[in-house]
């Protein structure tokens, strides 16, 4: 069945880190591919999605890119402030046959020291 | 920007009793979502729901569970009755379509069952 793994529970960087969280999806043809954040207390909030193979999005300074080969759309920031901290989740949806159902990954805390 | 409301922010229930949550989509939205979220687990699908019917649900979606949205109100989701089980953090979401386009979240409701 569908599934996305993101191996890293947790990370921890300092202030102007980079920035860089696994994110594997497994499922057939061609999903949607979307990073959320969920800052404490709060709902999670679309960060970047991407639709086509091969494709980059970004937004604030992160980026992730949709890697068909190794199915892969892994998060990446050239330099972490502390507001950044946050839980961040990978997730896909799949419209061919459904209707913008969600699989999300398990989630990574990061936590950005000053 | 557009938010997704839900009502109340915290619950706290009897096991056995009936409760219905409450969300406020976004006004031109037409589809609607339900995420169950238990402590430190990711979010998990239960049901999507379009022009007054369920179009998909998930096995955590149980007989106990029901979705309504009765002409321009509340989208709600009510278990009767309730299982410990059941604790958990509930998210509603709206979106204007369901082809790659990504649902917007509310805030949640924190459901303790005693």
């Known amino acids: 069945g569908d599934s996305v793994i993101q191996m890293q529970g947790q990370v921890t960087l300092s202030e102007n880190d980079f920035l860089f969280i696994n994110c594997t999806y497994s499922?057939?043809?061609?999903?949607?591919l979307f990073w959320y954040v969920q800052y404490s207390g709060e709902g999670p909030q679309l960060l970047l999605q991407?639709?086509?193979?091969?494709n980059k999005g970004s937004s604030r300074g992160f980026e992730a890119t949709y890697d068909k080969g190794t199915t892969s759309f892994h998060l990446q920031k050239t330099s972490v402030q502390e507001i950044d901290s946050a839980v961040y989740y990978c997730?896909?949806?799949?419209?061919?046959?459904?209707?913008?159902?969600?699989?999300f990954g398990a989630g990574t805390r990061l936590a950005v020291c000053p | 920007g557009p938010k997704v409301l839900q009502i109340p922010s915290h619950q706290i229930i009897d096991m056995g009793q009936m409760v219905t949550l409450n969300c406020d989509p976004v006004?031109?939205?037409?589809?609607f979502y339900w995420y169950k979220q238990i402590l430190g687990q990711q979010m998990e699908f239960l049901v999507n729901?379009?022009?007054?019917?369920?179009?998909?649900k998930s096995k955590l979606f149980k007989d106990q569970f029901s979705v309504e949205r009765p002409d321009g109100s509340y989208f709600t989701l009510k278990i009767q009755p309730t299982a410990l089980e059941d604790s958990a953090v509930y998210f509603c979401a709206s979106s204007l379509s369901y082809n790659n386009q990504a649902p917007l979240f509310g805030e949640g409701t924190r459901l303790s069952v005693l």
């Open positions: 997730a896909m949806s799949h419209p061919s046959g459904s209707f913008n159902k969600l699989t």
């Open positions: 991407v639709t086509t193979a091969n």
């Open positions: 499922t057939t043809g061609y999903p949607t």
């Open positions: 006004s031109n939205h037409l589809y």
């Open positions: 729901f379009y022009n007054g019917k369920v179009m998909e």
